[in-house]
């Protein structure tokens, strides 16, 4: 499960570079510190995880269902992700659409599980 959050985490982060079309070597130092530090998985692996992520379609649903399924009640490891997810995004120039992205992502992750334990 662990190596699932992993590549979902990945994905949700690589979504905002790929999204914006940011520049991926610009963006790769952070996003390897970020998977480096939660994931201990080197830079070699992170470089191909974004790489692999960028190459291919991003089905950000998905990867909020693997996600919310795996910490459905530990909020303070989603809120890490967000946190994540927000450093990514403030990294480059910030856009209303950023705003928009993160307060979906933030609703989907806060509150799935809320509905699914009522």
């Keep these: 499960m662990q190596e699932k959050i992993k590549k979902s985490v990945a994905s949700l982060l690589a ?8 520049n991926v070597k610009r963006e790769a ?8 530090a939660d994931f201990d998985c080197c830079q070699d692996e992170a470089m191909e995880l974004l790489a692999n992520t960028i190459n291919n379609e991003i089905n950000l649903e ?25 450093h990514m995004i403030y990294s480059d120039k910030i856009t209303k659409d950023d705003y928009e992205e993160f307060e979906y992502i933030k609703n989907r992750l806060c509150n799935s599980c809320d509905s699914k334990h009522k």
């Design 15 to 22: 979504y905002i570079v790929k999204k914006d079309k940011r």
């Design 29 to 36: 130092k952070l996003f390897c510190e970020m998977l480096g």
């Design 62 to 86: 998905l990867h909020l269902d693997i996600i919310n399924e795996a910490l459905c009640n530990d909020k303070l490891s989603k809120m890490h992700i967000l946190d994540q997810l927000n």
